[in-house]
């Protein structure tokens, strides 16, 4: 954790952590897993003050506020203080550290893509989990975002790629979900949708894979979070 609050951005490769791991593979539901290698493109990152300015994409209408009891919904003006301040605070953990930013390629374009988490701290601390997408012109996207309330720990890598053998795409692990991305639609398929739509009985076909590896999702994330920085949970 010293040497995480010393350095400077941190920018995970993946491949390294995958190195230290001694290159573990995970076999679930009939697949291997294992941490996909950063992609080339992660050999010249932007600096966190450029990275930070995308933050301001975010919604932060369905955030807590302070008093959890009050579900007022906020003002455009906070919205817009709350969007102000995440540029300002940019990508930091609540104890002042520098955000560990993760480059992927989710969706195999050869551009780089990226996830970070921040959080400013304090008695009621809201931290936030992005995923960016790398656009043509150098430009970033926000793909995905969710959000944790007083948990006393941050999520290190809110968006661990994965390597799966026989797979050209990486999937995602998010908490206890599984993303992967569908190039046709220009969207994520995941365990959480497929979820949703069995309820609401709008049930679509689901890809293969998240069919094989979805009842398995704990039992990955379990293993993938002890071959990140600080198992994947900073506290604070």
């Avoid at 290159?23 to 539901?29: E, N, P």
């Avoid at 050869?110 to 921040?118: E, L, N, P």
Wanted: glycine share 8%; proline share 7%; net charge positive.
């Amino acid at each position: 954790m010293r040497m995480a609050a010393r350095a400077g951005m941190c920018v995970l490769l993946l491949a390294a952590a995958s190195a230290r791991a001694d290159s573990a593979v995970l076999t679930v539901g009939g697949r291997s897993l294992s941490l996909q290698a950063a992609p080339a493109c992660a050999q010249t990152p932007r600096p966190a003050a450029q990275l930070a300015r995308y933050l301001r994409q975010y919604d932060p209408s369905g955030d807590p506020r302070l008093d959890i009891r009050d579900e007022r919904p906020f003002t455009r003006a906070e919205i817009k203080t709350i969007k102000n301040g995440l540029v300002d605070n940019g990508l930091h953990y609540p104890g002042g550290q520098n955000s560990v930013v993760t480059w992927l390629d989710f969706d195999g374009d050869g551009i780089c893509d990226f996830t970070a988490s921040a959080g400013v701290g304090g008695m009621h601390a809201t931290d936030r989990m992005f995923l960016f997408r790398g656009r043509p012109k150098g430009q970033f996207q926000l793909a995905d975002a969710y959000f944790t309330y007083m948990e006393g720990s941050i999520i290190v890598v809110p968006y661990i790629p994965l390597a799966v053998a026989g797979e050209t795409l990486p999937l995602l692990l998010k908490n206890d979900d599984l993303l992967l991305w569908q190039s046709e639609r220009r969207q994520f398929a995941s365990c959480a949708a497929i979820v949703r739509a069995a309820v609401t009985g709008k049930a679509q076909a689901a890809p293969p894979l998240l069919t094989a590896l979805c009842p398995h999702v704990q039992a990955i994330y379990t293993w993938a979070a002890q071959r990140v920085p600080h198992a994947n949970a900073l506290p604070y």
